[in-house]
């Protein structure tokens, strides 16, 4: 049996105020992987597999955000994700969904 990847610690989502998600994100999200809201940002998703279900490389998760067409996102590494305040996501959400 094959060991669940868990890319986004305890220590991490402590860190960023990270909190399990009970939205539907209106994705076909791995069962497996967790799905988490952004604090202090609306409709921001960390995610743990990316919008079609397949789960995200070691050291990387999925960030989800509504976009002009719907739910969209872009991979992030965990250190990226790390080191990324909350106005440097949202910027990076702007930025994603202008394009």
Not at 3 to 14: A, D
Not at 79 to 90: H, N, Q, R, V, Y
């Amino acid at each position: 049996m094959e060991k669940k990847v868990v890319n986004l610690s305890p220590q991490l989502i402590e860190k960023l105020g990270l909190t399990l998600s009970t939205d539907d994100v209106n994705a076909a999200t791995n069962p497996d992987a967790r799905v988490f809201r952004y604090p202090t940002l609306d409709r921001i998703y960390i995610m743990e597999s990316d919008l079609y279900g397949n789960p995200m490389p070691a050291n990387s998760c999925f960030l989800a955000f509504t976009g002009r067409n719907g739910l969209m996102g872009r991979h992030i590494t965990i250190d990226a994700l790390s080191k990324t305040s909350a106005e440097g996501i949202k910027q990076l959400v702007q930025d994603n969904t202008q394009g």
